[in-house]
Nanobody
Framework: QVQLKESGGGSVQPGGSLRLSCTAS????????MGWFRQAPGKEREGVAT???????AYAFSVKGRFTISRDNAKNSLSLQMNNLKPEDSGMYYC?????????????????????RGQGTLVTVSS
């Protein structure tokens, strides 16, 4: 099981930007689809973005054009650049890893919710 740790959350006004980072423990020989999902109070978990072992990203419709996901396989790290943030982007953001696809991501981004995840980092967008 890979250990994941997020950083970079905080409070920002609507229209602002935040960058989330995630570091992973050694992945050994496993290959992961990496990604982020979020959960707001009283709402269901929602996959935000995924990126496969080759660096090909995919985004939920709600964040497309505003968020950018990237990964550095050599450093076992993952990032999420969030621009033009909206109040509805508020919530706990989790870094996650899914090895079931041997590095490739399957299913919809919105349903991304693998078992290997970090503790989360809080994002608050409010005026």
């Amino acid at each position: 099981q890979v250990q994941l740790k997020e950083s970079g959350g905080g409070s920002v006004q609507p229209g602002g930007s935040l960058r989330l980072s995630c570091t992973a423990s050694s992945t050994g020989n496993k290959r992961y689809c990496m990604g982020w999902f979020r959960q707001a109070p009283g709402k269901e978990r929602e996959g935000v973005a995924t990126i496969n072992i080759d660096g090909v990203p995919a985004y939920a419709f709600s964040v497309k054009g505003r968020f950018t996901i990237s990964r550095d396989n050599a450093k076992n790290s993952l990032s999420l650049q969030m621009n033009n943030l909206k109040p509805e982007d508020s919530g706990m953001y989790y870094c996650a890893a899914d090895s079931s696809g041997v590095g490739y991501c399957f299913g919809t981004v919105e349903s991304y919710d693998p078992d290997d995840r970090g503790q989360g980092t809080l994002v608050t967008v409010s005026s």
